[in-house]
Nanobody, 122 residues
Framework: QLVESGGGSVQVGGSLRLSCSAS????????MAWFRQTPGAKRENVAQ???????TYADSVKGRFTISQDNAKNTLYLQMNDLKPEDTAIYYC??????????????????WGQGTQVTVSS
């Protein structure tokens, strides 16, 4: 089970750190990712960390967002800085047992959290 937390409302330029806590399952070695979605829009894969620790980011968040994980706590993080109104979305964490995934392959993720809302206002 994956449970996100840390969402909220911030002003433009602010920061938030999302957490994704994994329980009842050891996700070490899995590909872990953050997605976001707004109503009527396609789900966007904004960041992922694969089983070997390789990090990949969408161009829309590169340089502003940082994905990391604490294996001892079985927790995934997304540090979001310099937030913009277009970052407003529900953010989901997800895990996949597959290797070699590029961004955008949400079909490969079989465990998902319930989502946490991030709202950025100007």
């Amino acid at each position: 089970q994956l449970v996100e937390s840390g969402g909220g409302s911030v002003q433009v330029g602010g920061s938030l750190r999302l957490s994704c806590s994994a329980s009842n399952y050891d996700y070490r070695g899995f590909c872990m990712a953050w997605f976001r979605q707004t109503p009527g829009a396609k789900r966007e894969n904004v960041a992922q960390i694969d089983g070997d620790g390789r990090l990949t980011y969408a161009d829309s968040v590169k340089g502003r967002f940082t994905i990391s994980q604490d294996n001892a706590k079985n927790t995934l993080y997304l540090q979001m800085n310099d937030l913009k109104p277009e970052d407003t979305a529900i953010y989901y964490c997800a895990s996949s047992p597959l290797e070699g995934l590029g961004l955008g392959n949400d079909w490969a993720y079989n465990h998902w959290g319930q989502g946490t809302q991030v709202t950025v206002s100007s």
